[in-house]
């Protein structure tokens, strides 16, 4: 059963952006936080943004200032705009219920470079 759905990757400059979405079959993410998660080539997944129920968020200092996590709660959908691309942005990216995750979806890669 497939319970989260990314997209909007691509392959992207540095300096440029990019918008994923997370789609989430039925209420996944209803009462919940939501986070969204890269994992680069040879690296272990980490989380770049979380958004609690009521709209908190935080970001690690690597994306700090540069990503932003949002969420739609009628339509089931987490975004994470991203913007000054760097390479080191690269990987592909995933979102996940939290704290209790649902299966990992298959993410979307994220490609930075010129």
């Known amino acids: 059963q497939v319970l989260v759905v990314e997209s909007g990757g691509g392959l992207v400059q540095p300096g440029g952006s990019l918008r994923l979405s997370c789609a989430a079959s039925?209420?996944?993410?209803?009462?919940?936080?939501a986070g969204w998660y890269r994992q680069a080539p040879g690296k272990q997944r980490e989380l770049v943004a979380r958004?609690?129920?009521?709209?908190?968020?935080n970001y690690p200092d690597s994306v700090k200032g540069r990503f932003t996590i949002s969420r739609d709660n009628a339509k089931n959908t987490v975004y994470l705009q991203m913007n000054s691309l760097k390479p080191e942005d690269t990987g592909v990216y995933y979102c996940?219920?939290?704290?209790?995750?649902?299966?990992w979806g298959q993410g979307t890669q994220v490609t930075v470079s010129s």
């Open positions: 996940n219920r939290l704290p209790v995750f649902v299966a």
């Open positions: 958004i609690s129920s009521g709209g908190d968020t």
């Open positions: 039925g209420r996944v993410f209803s009462g919940y936080a």
